[in-house]
């Protein structure tokens, strides 16, 4: 199956600093990207779409000056947590779609956000 | 507000047996449907598609898809305990529209015990 690549997949930071986390689609090309975040025993929770050469749309309750997504390429979309603040602490996972008639969602492995 | 709909669970079933898991959707355009498995503190990883009505069988996986009931389920044979894991549901309408996002469920927590 096609796969998705995403970097770091673990990050231990203090308070203030940012995190960029990327996202890239090895063996086809994503126009569209979703970002998530979930917290433990939780479910899923869209955070942003990426869209290739446009803004990203996102989701109510999402701040986009401190949650800054940029897709610019068809297979890669990055994320940046801001002045990032222990309450950010959370899994980060993106995902792509294969495109298609049959088209297929596909998840990268996951960043875990720890900040101290 | 589109919606997809999981029982929580646990579902427990003992090793060999059959696990049923079964979603709802409130969305009629929807046109995707996928089930996920997620083990803990892991990302989820696709285990079956499905698209038009009927069944579809992958190994020990079988996806049915029935649009009329607004209804997808996932069987898992011969189940075995490293099937332990969170099933995620999801559904995706057709490109260009707010439906195009994809919706999860919440997820239902299987437990095969030996």
């Known amino acids: 199956g096609a796969v998705v690549s995403q970097h770091p997949s673990r990050v231990i930071c203090k308070s203030g600093t940012s995190v960029k986390i990327e996202c890239r689609s090895l063996d086809f090309q994503a126009t569209t990207m979703f970002w998530y975040r979930q917290f433990p025993k939780q479910s899923l929770m869209l955070m942003a779409t990426?869209?290739?050469?446009?803004?990203?749309?996102?989701e109510q309750g999402v701040e986009k000056d401190k949650f800054l997504i940029n897709h610019a390429s068809l297979t890669l979309s990055t994320l940046t947590v801001t002045s990032a603040h222990p309450e950010d602490s959370s899994f980060y996972i993106c995902?792509?779609?294969?495109?298609?008639?049959?088209?297929?969602?596909?998840f990268g492995s996951g960043t875990q956000l720890s900040v101290l | 507000q589109k919606e997809v709909e999981q029982n929580s669970g646990p579902l427990s079933v003992p090793e060999g047996a059959i696990a049923s898991l079964n979603c709802t959707y409130s969305?009629?355009?929807?046109?995707?449907f996928f089930w996920y498995r997620q083990y803990s503190g892991k990302s989820p990883e696709l285990i079956m598609s499905i698209y038009s009505n009927g069944d579809k069988e992958d190994g020990r996986f079988t996806a049915q898809l029935n649009k009329a009931s607004q209804y997808v389920s996932l069987l898992i044979r011969d189940s075995q305990p490293s099937d332990s894991a969170t099933y995620l549901c999801a559904v995706r309408g057709t490109p260009g529209g707010g439906s195009y996002i994809p919706t999860f469920g919440r997820g239902t927590s299987l437990i095969v015990h030996p």
């Open positions: 990426s869209n290739e050469g446009s803004k990203a749309t996102y």
């Open positions: 969305d009629r355009g929807s046109q995707s």
């Open positions: 995902s792509a779609s294969s495109g298609g008639q049959h088209e297929k969602l596909f």
